[in-house]
């Protein structure tokens, strides 16, 4: 395989990731409104729907594996990476909100854990937008905008999260079910990586914002 084709083929796996998680929300979206009762709900679309989430988090596992196995790591794939977790975060936690929301409502049970997944997606998202900010400002004094280690093993708890969340939530009757207590412990600690990666990367940027606070001073 040539290089070129080794790029593409990273590449692809990559931006994948995005129509992937977009036909997840699609038929997740449809699965929900469309079909209230266990009974009309089809399984095939489950499967489908829940194939798709699958996939689009596994793409971001083998994009960064097989661009250092190929040697075909570039600057457009460091930024696209991150870009495409926003994507996903963008797409997924809204979703799982109403979803959670809407069996809440359907089943006559209180708000409980739809409130704490809209905490959660909120606390997700303002993590995203400040380090998005920061790599702005390291950008200014040519620092690497590239994924630290600690956004990756975020990445690497959360979509799986994500996944766990959907089954808990949507999975029919007939599958094997999620521990309730075992999922919420999963979901605390997912916050806790969201808080910690928050820590590192304001650290790593310090110097960059303490450089862009500098006032200038006329000589």
């Known amino acids: 395989m040539t290089s070129r084709l080794k790029f593409g083929f990273v590449t692809f796996l990559t931006f994948v990731r995005f129509p992937l998680v977009l036909l997840f929300f ?16 089809p399984l095939w679309l489950f499967v489908a729907t829940f194939g798709a989430l699958g996939t689009s988090a596994l793409t971001d596992l083998f994009d960064g ?16 990476d991150p ?3 926003k994507f996903f975060y963008l797409t ?15 089943a006559g049970e209180p708000v409980g854990h739809s409130l704490f997944l809209l905490i ?8 995203d937008q400040w380090v998005t900010f920061l790599r702005s400002i390291g950008a200014i004094y040519n620092v690497s905008g590239s994924a630290h280690w600690s956004g990756k093993l975020r990445t690497f708890i959360n979509f799986p999260l ?3 969340i959907y089954y808990y939530e949507e999975a029919p009757a ?21 808080f910690l990666t928050l820590a590192i990367y304001s650290h790593h940027y310090w110097p960059s914002l303490r450089k862009a606070a500098t ?3 006329n000589k």
């Open 26 to 41: 699609g038929g997740a979206l449809w699965y929900s409104v469309a079909f209230p009762t266990e009974q009309e709900r």
């Open 65 to 80: 594996y097989f661009a250092r196995r190929f040697q075909v790591e570039t600057r457009l794939g460091a930024h696209a």
């Open 83 to 85: 870009l495409m977790d």
């Open 92 to 106: 997924t936690l809204p979703l799982l909100v109403f979803i959670s929301a809407r069996s809440e409502a359907l």
């Open 120 to 127: 959660l997606t909120l606390l997700f998202l303002l993590r």
């Open 162 to 164: 994500i996944c766990c």
């Open 174 to 194: 007939s599958f094997p079910a999620i521990n309730r207590y075992l999922l919420f412990a999963f979901e605390g600690f997912g916050l806790v990586i969201n």
């Open 215 to 217: 006032i200038k001073r």
